[in-house]
T-cell receptor
């Protein structure tokens, strides 16, 4: 098992654009969570999805949205990008929700 | 809202010396606590969780509800322990509120 996979690895966008990040969970895991990690900080919770339903949302603006597909993969969308959205975006999957397995992340740079 | 504090940004100890990475939390309920580790160029991975009471790679952590602490300890540090360590808290069963992470402690083991 390759573990949690994320694509793309790196991404460069300009202010005002939108971006879509993708995540494939570990086989058998039905829960996917998204985190934002700014340099020098710990990961910050954005969303959690379970069985295609949103179960939790962190303190992020409505520019951030996500969804989970029938195969349990997930997308994170960010609209109207700001410079401050530059970060490493982590996806984590879990079977129950608490013990989370992280992907390698997508490095987003907003210019 | 819950909070996790890791007071040391950087901790440097010599090989063979004891290690203690501090973690304090604030949460009014009964949280679940975790330690995650990130080795150089690797993804974030779970080191241990308080409910399992395991010792992983020689590390242990005891949840002290009175002091709201979950310090990570190892009696004899090894060079391969050099990594970034994050303490994390889950407030809800099933993790619907996501994990709340501290800012992390960079542990350096000197030969």
């Amino acid at each position: 098992d390759a573990g949690v996979t994320q694509s793309p690895t790196h991404l460069i966008k300009t202010r005002g654009q939108h971006v879509t990040l993708r995540c494939s969970p570990i086989s058998g895991h039905k829960s996917v969570s998204w985190y934002q990690q700014v340099l020098g900080q710990g990961p910050q919770f954005i969303f959690q999805y379970y069985e295609k339903e949103e179960r939790g949302r962190g303190n992020f603006p409505d520019r951030f949205s996500a969804r989970q597909f029938p195969n349990y993969s997930s997308e994170l969308n960010v609209n109207a990008l700001l410079l401050g959205d530059s970060a490493l975006y982590l996806c984590a999957s879990s079977f129950t929700g608490n013990e989370q397995f992280f992907g390698p992340g997508t490095r987003l740079t907003v210019l | 809202a819950q909070r996790v504090t890791q007071p040391e940004k950087l901790l440097s100890v010599f090989k063979g010396a004891p290690v203690e990475l501090k973690c304090n939390y604030s949460y009014s309920g009964s949280p679940e606590l975790f330690w995650y580790v990130q080795y150089s160029r690797q993804r974030l991975q779970l080191l241990l969780r308080h409910i399992s009471r395991e010792s992983i790679k020689g590390f242990t952590a005891d949840l002290n509800k009175g002091e709201t602490s979950f310090h990570l300890k190892k009696p004899f540090a090894q060079e391969e322990d050099s990594a970034m360590y994050y303490c994390a808290l889950s407030a809800y069963a099933g993790g619907a509120d996501g994990l709340t992470f501290g800012k992390g402690t960079h542990l350096i083991i000197q030969p």
